[in-house]
């Protein structure tokens, strides 16, 4: 992975070309796409082996997976609501990738986003066109400052962003732990928060009813905003400049004046702040209410949305939304085939698979397009 | 006649470009073949090829006769074939023995390596041929010539027949090189066939029999050494003379641009790589800095461009104290560096080339206003030193940096820099790896900035540059400055001496 960069023993790392050895050239990205969409076909094959392991049909599978995220406006809108924070935490994981770091932190962001969110929502009492904006800030701010930690750790110390970030994934979560029974708590349960107030949730009449009363929620709409943002910071301003270049190659960017200290740290913040946002739009968006005790899976899956995505912001945007159909169709495949749901993470995880040995892929293209020429 | 290697009629095309254009290329049974051409001309395209890391397009590949097709470099090394990369790839904390079987590991009852035997084998290997290594020395504390022998007993662990160096003296210290040379010519009295790809035709003049040259993807011919000269095969290789010789005017020395005074730095090794150092130089003039390597030039560069910290003493440019400046700020006060390690520090290679030639100044108008860069501005900008540089790739400025040749990242970079239109442009090993057509392009330039009343420090391993460039040589030795001489009035056998340390008037 592209943090291997900044290790102390990179020497060779970054030697490695001249001669054509490892000349990992991007072509364009068409041809990303194109190893992505394999990825998947290949995630859908391996699911069709294995419903045929147990004996049950594909195809019926596949069709029950795709009409139950899809089959009426509900069910589109559940699949829009569950890709929300995949959305979120792969921007988040992406981001991180092109700037050279590596964001496992995503689910303790989250829950801290999450948790500051609740906060806010169970604590302040604002007109809804305040509230929200109050509640989207604090997660960002909390995602953020949560961030900060692996980042300067990383800066000052070196310390692996992975050993730090799991780190405060813990701590996050037992922060979560305490916090929301002692403060917070539900009326009946301990183990969960007060409902969050109708003029501090996400989820608004008017496009739950568009919907037919799905969770879809403002998310959404904050999510395609951070994409489009994002890809503008990454590939349009100074900032992504510096921030990739630190990330590609921090001794070059040294070289040229370019703080690589500050850019770990403002680069972690950032991701931070998308993690947060996640946690918004998952706490106070797509639930009612914070539970405690679950680290947010999320999190972890925006690592794959990435990878899928191919670290770009737009890739995010459509992988995101491709798990987060698995993810909502996998409950009415279950109920009305009895294939196990878990069949759907299978696929996940294949597709995780081939698109991180994307390498796998590309050779074969390269072989099928030799074998073309040679024909001709 | 018996060939080892035929490959015939190859191509390879990249986008853009044709890199190998039917080329033919024959190896003879123990002999040593320069591989010659412009950088860029498709050398290491060539030798990945047929070294496996490269599918051709078309050709026939031959090895002892027989057609064979590489498809991987475990297919060339079951064939023979054994490559030096011109970057080394080695395990920095593992030992040499570690390192030379990685991949094949002796297996005693099937289960433990076997280190003991290897570092046995490894050491009779390494007497037979000369190469002097420690089989338990670590790499992280051996030289980068060493390394090399390193690279070179994995190729003969392997019982390679067929070695290929891709620019091994590039990184080679003088004293480095001559002993290579000794190793290659060794390797051939015992029946191995060399393949070596230079840009410097002294080395061709001294150990090849046969030299073949490309020039943009083609073919242009095969000659003996023997019976030709350097100039010749300079030549044909880019078609037109080329002058050694720089032409310089006389010298209008001006004022003192950048100063340094009593300079204390320490190196990796955390003791003091620079002591007391004190040097001044002038607008107008190229300043050499000789020495063997390791002897403090990186600490003396680094230090003047802010990239190591200075435990005490001054620098001063343009008269302003600059010694705890940020690197950005020396960078605008009129600093430019060209850096020993193109790759490490020289380049961000998965940028496009457009990209990499703004890296100093990707937040300055017209490069970007109100933190929005311009794509426009860019790649004007680039597609000038593309142009005046003759930095050539497959895809002009979009073409990633990685995929350029070693030569032409070489161009790109320092382009960029003069470019900047320093006051004074320190300019580290600026010709490593340049072929002999752009070198005396590079010095053209260097001698341009002296004359328009900008100054030079010159940091070179070679001889042969200091003197032809410099006005006057500053020489060091073990981080101390041994002392300057005007290079009108020494010669190569004064300098030596003192690069070993002795002062002037201390020979008897
Ligand atoms: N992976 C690649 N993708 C695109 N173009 C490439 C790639 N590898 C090489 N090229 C192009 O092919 C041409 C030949 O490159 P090659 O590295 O073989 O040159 P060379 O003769 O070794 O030059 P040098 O002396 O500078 O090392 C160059 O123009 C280079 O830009
Ligand atoms: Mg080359």
């Known amino acids: ?376 | 006649m018996e060939y080892v290697v035929e490959m015939q009629n190859i191509r390879k095309a990249f986008p853009g470009i044709v890199a190998n254009d039917n080329i033919t290329f024959n190896l003879k049974k123990g002999e040593i073949h320069a591989l010659l051409g412009e950088n860029g001309a498709g050398k290491s395209t060539l030798m990945s090829i047929l070294f496996g890391l490269i599918q051709p397009d078309s050709g026939v590949i031959k090895i002892r006769g027989k057609e064979v097709k590489i498809s991987n470099p475990n297919v060339a090394n079951d064939l023979g074939i054994g490559m030096v990369h011109q970057h080394f790839k080695l395990v920095h904390n593992f030992t040499i023995t570690e390192n030379i079987i990685l991949g094949l590991e002796p297996k005693k009852a099937k289960l433990f390596v076997d280190i003991k035997s290897a570092a046995q084998r490894i050491k009779e290997v390494s007497e037979k041929y000369g190469l002097n290594v420690d089989p338990y020395a670590k790499i992280e504390d051996i030289s980068v010539g060493m390394q090399q022998r390193v690279e070179i007993l994995k190729m003969l662990y392997r019982n390679a027949e067929i070695l290929i160096f891709d620019e091994p003296t590039a990184v080679l210290t003088p004293q480095e090189i001559t002993e290579l040379m000794k190793i290659m010519k060794n390797l051939v009295s015992e029946g191995k066939s060399i393949i070596l790809i230079t840009h410097k035709l002294k080395e061709i003049k001294a150990v090849a029999d046969r030299c073949t040259v490309i020039r943009r993807g083609k073919y242009i011919g095969t000659v003996n050494v023997a019976s030709t000269d350097e100039a010749e095969m300079a030549r044909m290789m880019v078609g037109r003379e080329i002058s050694f010789k720089v032409d310089k005017k006389p010298q209008e020395k001006g004022d003192v641009i950048l100063s340094v005074e009593n300079l204390n730095v320490l190196s990796n090794k955390k003791v003091l790589g620079l002591k007391n150092f004190s040097l001044s130089v002038h607008r107008g003039e190229i300043l050499g800095v000789a020495g063997v390597e390791g002897n403090g030039q990186a600490e003396l560069v680094e230090a003047i461009t802010g990239l190591r910290r200075v435990e005490s003493g001054k620098i001063f440019l343009n008269g302003t104290d600059i010694t705890n400046l940020p690197i950005k700020k020396r960078i605008r006060s009129g600093i430019a560096h060209i850096p020993e390690d193109r790759q490490k520090r020289g380049l961000v290679l998965d940028y496009s080339i457009e990209d990499n030639m703004v890296l100093e100044i990707y937040d300055t108008p017209p490069y970007s206003k109100n933190g929005i860069l311009n794509p426009a501005a860019i790649r004007k900008h680039a597609e000038k030193i593309i142009e005046s540089f003759d930095v050539r790739s497959g895809k002009g400025p979009e073409a990633i940096a990685r995929s350029l040749s070693g030569g032409n990242q070489q161009k790109a970079i320092i382009g960029r820099e003069i470019e900047l239109d320093p006051d004074i442009l320190i300019a580290v090993q600026p010709t490593r790896g340049l072929d002999v057509g752009s070198i005396e392009y590079i010095h053209k330039r260097l001698v341009e900035q002296r004359d328009a009343g900008k100054a030079v420090l010159l940091v070179s391993l070679e001889l042969d540059e200091i003197m032809n460039l410099s006005d006057r040589i500053a020489i060091v030795n073990n981080g101390e400055l041994i002392g300057i001489v005007n290079a009108s009035e020494t010669d190569e056998n004064e300098i030596g001496l003192m690069m070993a340390g002795l002062r002037k008037g201390e020979r008897a």
């Not at chain 1, 599978?61 to 009426?72: A, E, Q, V």
């Not at chain 1, 630190?246 to 993690?275: D, P, Q, T």
């Open chain 1, 1 to 376: 992975m592209s943090n291997l960069e900044n290790k102390p023993n990179n020497q060779e790392m970054e030697g490695l070309t001249e001669t054509g050895k490892i000349k990992k050239v991007r072509i364009k990205g068409n041809r990303n796409l194109v190893v992505s969409l394999l990825a998947i076909l290949f995630g859908l094959i391996a699911g069709a082996i294995y419903m045929l392991a147990i004996g049950k049909n594909p195809i019926t599978g596949y069709y029950f997976i795709l009409s139950g995220g899809l089959k009426n406006l509900e069910r589109i809108g559940n699949t829009l609501a569950t890709a929300t924070p995949l959305i979120f935490t792969g921007l988040s994981a992406a981001f991180a990738f092109r700037t050279g770091l590596f964001n496992i932190g995503a689910p303790g962001q989250m829950l801290m986003g999450g948790l500051c969110s609740t906060a806010l929502a169970l604590t302040l009492n604002l007109p809804q066109y305040l509230f929200l904006p109050v509640i989207l800030l604090g997660s960002m701010l909390s995602g953020a400052l949560w961030a900060i930690v692996p980042g300067f750790l990383k800066a000052k110390f070196n310390v692996h962003e992975v050993v730090s970030g799991i780190m405060l994934n813990w701590t996050a979560y037992w922060i979560v732990y305490y916090i929301i029974p002692t403060y917070f708590k539900a009326e009946y349960l301990e183990t969960e928060s007060a409902m969050i107030p109708a003029n501090a949730s996400l989820k608004v009449g008017w496009l739950s009813s568009l919907f037919q009363g799905s969770f879809i929620n403002l998310g959404l709409f904050v999510a395609i905003v951070a994409v489009v943002l994002i890809a503008f910071i990454l590939d349009k301003t100074v900032l992504g400049y510096e921030l990739k270049s630190v990330g590609y190659n921090r001794h070059a960017a040294e070289y040229a004046g370019i703080s690589v200290n500050k850019n770990i740290i403002l680069s972690m913040m950032i991701a931070g702040a998308l993690s947060g946002l996640a946690g918004a739009a998952f706490y106070v968006g797509y639930a009612s209410n914070m539970q405690i005790g679950v680290m947010p899976s999320q999190g972890f899956d925006g690592i794959a949305v990435s990878l899928l995505g191919n670290n770009t912001p737009y890739g995010v945007l459509g992988a995101a939304i491709f798990f987060g159909l698995l993810h909502s169709g996998k409950g009415f495949m279950n109920a009305m085939t009895k294939i196990p749901p878990e069949i759907a993470d299978t696929i996940i995880a294949t597709i995780i698979y081939f698109s991180a040995t994307s390498i796998f892929i590309e050779r074969m293209l390269d072989a099928l397009k030799r074998r073309k020429r040679g024909a001709k």
